[in-house]
């Protein structure tokens, strides 16, 4: 039978940073992914923005992780050459009844240490962005936009540099605890003995935390919530910063982001839902027009087309608080050199090196 110091289920950027981080520690790191490349799931169908750590708790896991997790990010694309850049997003008051939200969501963002916000008036909203229409705005200087396929292929040549490894079309089966070890069975019959499992599976982490025998292991409820993206059919939406109106329940509104190469988007929106499926419904460009307008009313009608979906693993529901990152190690579970995360959704990917440290820390306390 095989062994190998730590096996990391998923390829995902999150994945990634946590083996490439165990890896530079002198550990003996395999990452098994079941798809036919590093980073097509969740970490390609987001809106690649660098988040500032604005509206999560105080004092939560994703408050704590965004802040830190962003100022990594920064460094590590420069250090590295992976394409990104500082744009700015302005979170947009509708209404002048919207005001006192704004002014709860600034307070929120200084709570966690984002200390670069700054609430504008009108006059300055229209000096900066024009098309807005707006009764006021929240500034973000911090917030930017990354090459997330850049950066995922940078983090896996960094863990294959350090000697680790990434087995593609590889899928993990099955596990059992027993003692101080867990031993796995992949796809293709294969049994690796590990001294730790890291599930970062993404949507299917609930699958994977399910298979391992020999254990209790508390595991949440899963919800899949569906985010869905339109594109204008022609030209480009007059806008130099990312647009946002305030937060709705489950996401953070029907946004404006654009990426590296100059295409503006519009989404994601929220769809709760059952299954897995990335197909996006062209009838809910309404809905889509009826956000949009509220924050720029000369978007032209009937000139949105669908681009990609992405579906979020979230261990909250429809109406429910959105609940933190869930990083499941030993002190939680009791079996040693396991960690089991769930709901790894947005700020995920600002937040991946610093949830690789967090992962760390969750093994070396045990």
């Avoid at 390829?11 to 981080?21: D, H, Q, T, W």
């Avoid at 420069?78 to 009844?97: E, F, N, S």
């Avoid at 850049?150 to 540099?161: C, F, K, Q, S, T």
């Avoid at 499941?328 to 050199?337: D, F, K, Y």
């Amino acid at each position: 039978m095989e062994r190998v110091d730590c096996l990391v289920v998923g390829a995902g950027v999150v994945g990634l940073a946590i083996a490439r981080r165990l890896a530079q520690s002198g550990l003996e790191v395999v990452v098994v992914e079941a798809a036919d490349d590093v980073g097509t799931g969740t970490s390609a169908r987001n809106s690649e923005v660098i988040h500032a750590g604005i509206h999560y708790p105080a004092g939560s896991r994703k408050a704590r992780l965004c802040v830190r997790g962003r100022e990594l990010l920064y460094r590590y694309c420069a250090d590295r050459d992976v394409p990104y850049r500082r744009v700015g997003k302005l979170i947009v008051a509708a209404t002048p009844d919207q005001i006192p939200a704004l002014d709860g969501v600034r307070r929120r963002g200084v709570d966690n240490g984002v200390h670069d916000l700054r609430q504008i008036d009108v006059a300055e909203l229209r000096d900066l962005e024009p098309a807005v229409s707006g009764a006021g705005a929240l500034l973000s200087g911090s917030t930017g936009i990354v090459d997330s396929a850049g950066l995922v292929h940078a983090l896996r040549r960094d863990l294959e540099d350090a000697g680790g490894a990434v087995a593609l079309r590889t899928r993990f089966l099955r596990g059992s605890v027993a003692g101080f070890r867990i031993t796995v069975e992949l796809s293709g019959t294969q049994q690796v003995s590990c001294g730790m499992v890291i599930n970062s599976a993404g949507l299917g982490a609930w699958d994977v935390a399910r298979s391992l025998s020999g254990a209790q292991l508390p595991i949440p409820p899963r919800y899949l919530a569906k985010g869905n993206y339109f594109r204008l059919e022609s030209g480009r939406a007059p806008f130099s910063h990312l647009v946002y109106p305030l937060p709705v329940d489950g996401g953070l509104g029907v946004h404006y982001t654009l990426d590296l190469g100059g295409t503006g988007r519009f989404g994601p929106d929220v769809e709760w839902t059952d299954a897995v499926d990335y197909v996006v419904d062209d009838t809910r460009a309404r809905a889509f027009e009826d956000a949009i307008i509220r924050y720029w009313p000369a978007l032209p009608r009937d000139s949105l087309t669908p681009d990609y979906a992405g579906v979020r693993p979230k261990i909250s529901g429809p109406g429910e608080p959105t609940a933190d990152f869930l990083v499941q190690g030993p002190r939680t579970h009791g079996v040693e050199g396991l960690v089991n995360l769930f709901g790894i959704e947005s700020p995920g990917l600002t937040s991946c090196l610093a949830l690789a440290d967090d992962v760390a820390d969750e093994l070396t306390a045990s």
